[in-house]
């Protein structure tokens, strides 16, 4: 708005320089609200990106915890809090593959063995007694007279 298009309505020229020097101040003070709020959106974004880093620290700490336990898990762990105290967090990473890294079970294993659980190598058959006896509880009421006979001389 100019003082041109004001004379085009008619408004006289003195009125018109009210008009305008108001105008102006309003616009004056809308620019000040909108610098305020530009400045407020920008303190927001970077409060929103402090908050979302902080956020993906803790996801990458719960990520890092889980593939833990899961580790300890596979290789046999009795006590997954007991492990995982004797084991450096802080070294622990997720690499670009998304597999753990920086974490040693093996050597937790090694030195701590009653904390997993043990490997037994048991070959069947070995040391078994072999009797003729069938398992389970025999009936004589389906015995015939002969088997009986055999079946009370065992007991």
Do not use: C
Not at 36 to 44: A, D, H
Not at 77 to 83: L, M, P, S, T, W
Not at 103 to 132: C, M, Q, T, W
Not at 136 to 151: I, L, Q, S, V
């Amino acid at each position: 708005m100019d003082k041109e298009f004001l004379a085009g309505l008619g408004i006289p020229d003195d009125v018109s320089d009210i008009i305008l020097e108001k105008f102006s101040e309003e616009i004056g003070e809308r620019e000040g609200v909108i610098a305020e709020l530009r400045e407020s959106m920008k303190t927001g974004e970077s409060e929103n990106e402090k908050r979302l880093g902080a956020l993906n620290e803790k996801l990458a700490e719960a990520k890092v915890g889980y593939l833990t336990d899961l580790e300890i898990l596979k290789a046999g762990g009795r006590n997954i809090k007991a492990i995982k105290a004797l084991i450096d967090m802080n070294e622990a990473f997720i690499d670009e593959n998304g597999l753990l890294g920086g974490v040693d079970i093996s050597a937790v294993k090694d030195a701590a063995p009653y904390l997993f659980n043990r490997e037994e190598n048991v070959i069947e058959g070995a040391g078994a007694h072999i009797s003729g006896r069938k398992k389970g509880k025999a009936d004589p009421k389906n015995m015939d007279y002969e088997t009986y006979k055999k079946w009370r001389a065992m007991i």
